[in-house]
């Protein structure tokens, strides 16, 4: 993998320098450049398989043939990233790691002077970003609505009314601990046993004060009805706050705390990669989800490269790698299993995911809360 920087200056707007990430591999299909799209495996129709022929034409024709993503994180997504070259043999994937106001900053400016960079943005409120007008609709030639979500998943989580974006999996968040420290049988069965004796000065997360993956989580619980502002109370004397998730990981990893609450499973799996001594933990009931929206950027430079990506996410095998780094395939081909041995996302117990629209309002109306109970 190499890597490179592309600055860029637009008059009248502050754009940071790119750090452009190109991948290639030998891995997936394995096709030589040139000899077109490998399908082989991965269970499209012929119609489907046609229609992504032609825009895999188009893009190489046009020579727009680099599909620049915009992302709070890539990491997990670099076998996926890998994966889409080599079944597309000539097109690439560049990524940037933005999120919040400077990804906001950034697509701003490039709407307002036409010099688009981004070809596909993915973030959890693809709502906001359609609202903006900073993504284009696009309907998928692979995507099918799962009925088992139906009830569990509000289905805005999933995709618009309008095709402006669409989630090819969800984080799921839950519990960590140190396999060194606990064994699974000493384990909490509720998110409020966590506020009993026997885990004082045992936890720590991330202050949920501030945005994030455990102000997201706890919102959802406290929507529900899964914990309340005196069970968060007893949780806040049991816990060391920290400022971001990855010192709650460490904490858990380095055995100083045996677990670590509200964790995304996709950590927690890189750190036990890594050789860390950690595990995830799902509840019976109460798991928490979010979605990843996966957007076409408004101007996509490589519009029809992006849109050939945008469909290979919802493919067998983006889902295989999926379920490799810890998320969860909306719809996950009855081929595959988790190689962690967890349930399909439709067999696990989770909080109904809401809508954004009654997320926000919850999120705004809880801060206060968590921000006077969890202190770093």
Avoid at 8 to 14: E, K, L, M, S, V
Avoid at 97 to 117: D, P
Avoid at 316 to 327: I, R
């Amino acid at each position: 993998m190499t890597k490179r920087i592309l600055p860029i200056a637009i008059a009248g707007a502050a754009i940071p320098a790119l750090v452009l990430t190109g991948c290639s591999s030998d891995g997936g299909g394995g096709a030589a450049a040139g000899s077109g799209p490998d399908f082989e495996g991965l269970g499209l129709s012929a119609e489907v398989e046609e229609e992504l022929t032609a825009l895999y034409d188009e893009a190489i024709e046009s020579g727009q043939t680099d599909v620049m993503i915009y992302a709070g994180h890539h990491d997990e997504f670099v076998a996926i990233y890998e994966g889409f070259e080599a079944r597309f043999p000539g097109l690439t994937v560049s990524t940037g790691s933005y999120y919040g106001a400077e990804l906001q900053s950034l697509l701003e400016a490039e709407n307002e002077t036409g010099r688009h960079v981004a070809s596909v943005i993915s973030n959890p409120n693809g709502d906001r970003y359609a609202e903006q007008g900073f993504v284009q609709p696009y309907e998928l030639a692979v995507w099918e609505v799962n009925p088992a979500l139906e009830g569990r998943v509000d289905p805005t989580q999933l995709t618009d009314g309008e095709h402006m974006y669409y989630s090819p999996w969800t984080l799921m968040f839950n519990m960590s601990y140190n396999t060194e420290l606990l064994d699974e049988a000493d384990l909490p069965a509720t998110w409020a046993e966590l506020g009993g004796s026997e885990w004082n000065d045992k936890l720590t997360f991330m202050n949920p004060g501030t945005p994030g993956g455990t102000m997201t989580t706890l919102t959802q619980l406290v929507n529900a009805g899964m914990l309340t502002e005196d069970d968060l109370r007893a949780i806040g004397a049991n816990t060391k706050i920290v400022a971001t998730d990855q010192l709650a990981l460490q904490g858990i990893s380095s055995g100083e705390f045996p677990l670590q609450p509200l964790s995304a499973t996709t950590s927690i799996i890189n750190a036990a990669n890594q050789g860390a001594p950690v595990e995830v933990h799902f509840l019976e009931e109460g798991n928490v989800i979010a979605t990843e929206k996966w957007m076409l950027a408004n101007g996509a430079p490589a519009e029809a490269a992006a849109k050939v990506f945008l469909n290979y996410l919802h493919t067998v095998d983006a889902q295989e790698q999926a379920l490799k780094s810890g998320n969860f395939p909306t719809n996950q081909d009855p081929s595959l299993t988790s190689p962690y041995g967890w349930p399909a996302l439709e067999d696990v117990d989770f909080v109904t995911l809401e809508p954004q629209e009654v997320l926000r309002p919850a999120m705004a109306e809880y801060t206060p809360m968590f921000q006077s109970i969890f202190t770093e």
